[in-house]
C-alpha cells in the first residue's frame, strides 16, 4: 500500500491547482491521477483567450495556461499519473486506483493518502429528440476536442443545439477549423452565453434561432450519418409549435445543452450532498475552506458546481491552501490569510450578470455545510 | 432589439453604455471602437492600453470606457480582447474612404491588396474591401487584426469580412 499526503483525482485546473498550491505551501508527497491520456482537463481544447484579470492570466489562452500549470506542478515535484482512474474507496479512506503503465496496461495499486482532493470536473447533458442516436449527433464538447485536440473535423456542415458560452465558442471554433455552422437553436428566448461571443458567430453570417429546439434528425447519409435536422418553434411550455419547422441540410449535430458535476467519487465517501440546480445537480456541500463534511477529503471545481476554468482554478487554490494547514505545513492564520486573498478573486468572478446566478449557488451550498465529520 | 435577443449589438446599446463616439473625435482620425455592453468579469482591455485611454476600474463587471481623447488609434487593445468586441475606425482616412480594424482569427488570413467583402454585425455584405493592412506581431497572440478599406459611409456597419 502507497501512503501519500495527498492523493488529487483529476488534473483539471481545480486539480492541478490544488496541487500546485498545496506543494506550494509545503505539502510533500502528492500524486494526480487522471484517466485521460493528457493532463489539463479542458484546458488544452480552450484554444480561444479566457476573460477575466491579469491575476486570472486573461488574454491569455486556455490551452497555454494548462501547460504553464502542467510545468509548474511539475517542477514543484508532483507525481502525475496518466491513463489512471481512481475507481473506488475503501473504509479508511484507501483509494483504488488503476494506474496506467508504459505498455498500455493497468494496474490496480492501492493508496492511503492523509488527504485527498476530488476534481473530477463535469458532464455534459444529453437532449434526446427524434433520431438522437444517429451517428453524427455528438457533445459539443466532444466536437471541441476533435477539432482543437485531435485535428479532426466532425462534419463539414453543423447544427448546433444550444448557446450558452460552450455553444458560442465550439461554433465559432468549428468555423475556424474550417467546417460550416448552419445554425444554433435555443429553446429559451435570450441567448445564453455572453453577448460578445455570439457576435461572433452572427458577425460570420451564422442565424441563431430563439424559442427553438430540434424536432427531428434524418440519417439518410452515408454509413447512415445525419443527413439533415428539422427545427421547431417552441412555446412558452416547451411544446412544438406545429407548422413551424425549418429543415436544413447537415451531416453533424452539437449539443450544447450544459454539464453536471461529476460526483460519482464523492457518493462513495461519507459526504453529505445537496441538489442545486443553477450548478447543474448533485453536489457535494463543501465550507470555505473546501473541505467537505468527511474529514481529510476536500473538493474543488466543476466537481462543487459547474461554472468555468477560472473558478475551478481558484478553488483548487483554496483546496491546496487548506490541504497545507491540514497537515500543519502552515499554520491557521497563514491559511485564512491566503484564502481570503483567493475568495476576494473568486467573488469578482462571480459579478455581474453572468455570475450573480453562480455567487448566489456557491453561497446556498455552503450555508448547508453542517460541519465536518472525523 | 438586444444583443441578447438576437446576437449582435444595435447603436442604441452602444449609446446607453457610453460607447458611442463622437463625431469631433472620429474627425480627428483613427480610435477604439469598444462594443462590449454586458457586465462581464473582463479587464484585458485596460490593461493593454498604454495610454490609459480605456477604463474598466473596481468592479472588474464595470463596462469599460473609452477615454477618446487619450486614445490614439494603436489598435493595442484589439488583439488582446478576449471577446473580439474592440474594433479601430479611422473616418478621417481620405475624403471618400474610411478604414476599420478587427481581429480576424479564421484562415485563409486575408493578404495586403486582395479584395475581400465587408460585412456588417449581422455577417450581411456591405460592400468590396481593399485589405490595407495586416498585423500579426508575436504580442497579440496569433490573432491577427486585419485593417480593410472602405467607402467612408459603411465605417459604421463594416465590422468584419467575410470568411472564405
Known amino acids: ?374 | 432589439m438586444s444583443i441578447k435577443e438576437v446576437g449582435y449589438i444595435s447603436k442604441q446599446e452602444l449609446i446607453d453604455a457610453k460607447q458611442d463616439i463622437s463625431d469631433a473625435r472620429y474627425a480627428k482620425g483613427a480610435v477604439a471602437v469598444v462594443e462590449c455592453v454586458q457586465q462581464i468579469p473582463c479587464n484585458p482591455c485596460e490593461t493593454a492600453c498604454k495610454f490609459d485611454a480605456i477604463n474598466v476600474g473596481d468592479p472588474i463587471t464595470n463596462l469599460p470606457k473609452i477615454n477618446e481623447d487619450n486614445c490614439t488609434g494603436c489598435g493595442a487593445c484589439v488583439a488582446k480582447c478576449p471577446g473580439l468586441a474592440i474594433f479601430i475606425v479611422n473616418k478621417a482616412y481620405s475624403d471618400t474612404e474610411a478604414t476599420v480594424a478587427f481581429p480576424y482569427e479564421y484562415k485563409p488570413t486575408p493578404e495586403v491588396g486582395e479584395e475581400w467583402e465587408a460585412v456588417n454585425r449581422k455577417g450581411e455584405v456591405q460592400c468590396k474591401c481593399v485589405i490595407e493592412k495586416v498585423m500579426n506581431p508575436k504580442a497579440y497572440d496569433r490573432t491577427p487584426v486585419v485593417t480593410v478599406k472602405i467607402p467612408k459611409e459603411f465605417a459604421d456597419e463594416v465590422r468584419s469580412v467575410k470568411r472564405k
Open chain 1, 1 to 374: 500500500m502507497l501512503s501519500k499526503d495527498l492523493l488529487v483525482v483529476g488534473a483539471g485546473p481545480a486539480g492541478l491547482a490544488t496541487a500546485i498550491q498545496a506543494a506550494k505551501n509545503g505539502v510533500k508527497d502528492i500524486t494526480v491521477v487522471d484517466l485521460n491520456m493528457k493532463p489539463g482537463g479542458q484546458l488544452f481544447k480552450q484554444i480561444h483567450k479566457f476573460f477575466g484579470s491579469h491575476e486570472h492570466r486573461a488574454g491569455i489562452r486556455g490551452m497555454d495556461t494548462g501547460a504553464a500549470m502542467l510545468e509548474e506542478a511539475q517542477s514543484l515535484g508532483v507525481d502525475i499519473w496518466l491513463n489512471s482512474a481512481c475507481v473506488g474507496f475503501y473504509d479508511d479512506k484507501v483509494a483504488c486506483i488503476e494506474q496506467g503503465q508504459p505498455d498500455g496496461t493497468k494496474k490496480i495499486v492501492f493508496m492511503k493518502p492523509k488527504t485527498i482532493a476530488i476534481c473530477t470536473g463535469g458532464q455534459e447533458n444529453v437532449v434526446r429528440f427524434t433520431g438522437w442516436t444517429t451517428p453524427g449527433v455528438m457533445g459539443a464538447g466532444a466536437a471541441q476536442t476533435m477539432v482543437n485536440v485531435n485535428k479532426v473535423q466532425p462534419g463539414k456542415k453543423i447544427v448546433m443545439l444550444g448557446t450558452g458560452n460552450v455553444g458560442l465558442i465550439v461554433s465559432y471554433q468549428l468555423m475556424q477549423s474550417g467546417c460550416d455552422v448552419v445554425c444554433l437553436v435555443e429553446a429559451l428566448p435570450g441567448i445564453n452565453g455572453y453577448g460578445v461571443h455570439a457576435s461572433k458567430i452572427s458577425r460570420a453570417g451564422v442565424p441563431i434561432y430563439t424559442k427553438h429546439t430540434i424536432k427531428e434528425v434524418k440519417g439518410n447519409g452515408p454509413n447512415g450519418r445525419v443527413s439533415e435536422v428539422t427545427i421547431v418553434e417552441i412555446d412558452p411550455k416547451f411544446n412544438h409549435i406545429p407548422g413551424t419547422e425549418k429543415t436544413f441540410e447537415a451531416d453533424t449535430v452539437t449539443l450544447a445543452a450544459g454539464l453536471k458535476p461529476v460526483s460519482d467519487l464523492v457518493k462513495l465517501q461519507d459526504i453529505d450532498l445537496v441538489f442545486n440546480g443553477p450548478f447543474g445537480g448533485w453536489v457535494p456541500v463543501h465550507n470555505e475552506k473546501m473541505q467537505s463534511t468527511c474529514k481529510g477529503i476536500y473538493v474543488a471545481g466543476d466537481t462543487t458546481g459547474v461554472e468555468e476554468a477560472n473558478t475551478a482554478l481558484e478553488e483548487g487554490n483554496v483546496a491546496g491552501v487548506s490541504i497545507a494547514e491540514e497537515l500543519g505545513c502552515i499554520t491557521a492564520a497563514e491559511a485564512d490569510a491566503k484564502r481570503k486573498e483567493i475568495w476576494e478573486r473568486l467573488d469578482g468572478l462571480r459579478m455581474g450578470p453572468f455570475g450573480e446566478r453562480r455567487a448566489a449557488a456557491k453561497k446556498e451550498v455552503m450555508e448547508q455545510f453542517p460541519g465536518v465529520r472525523a
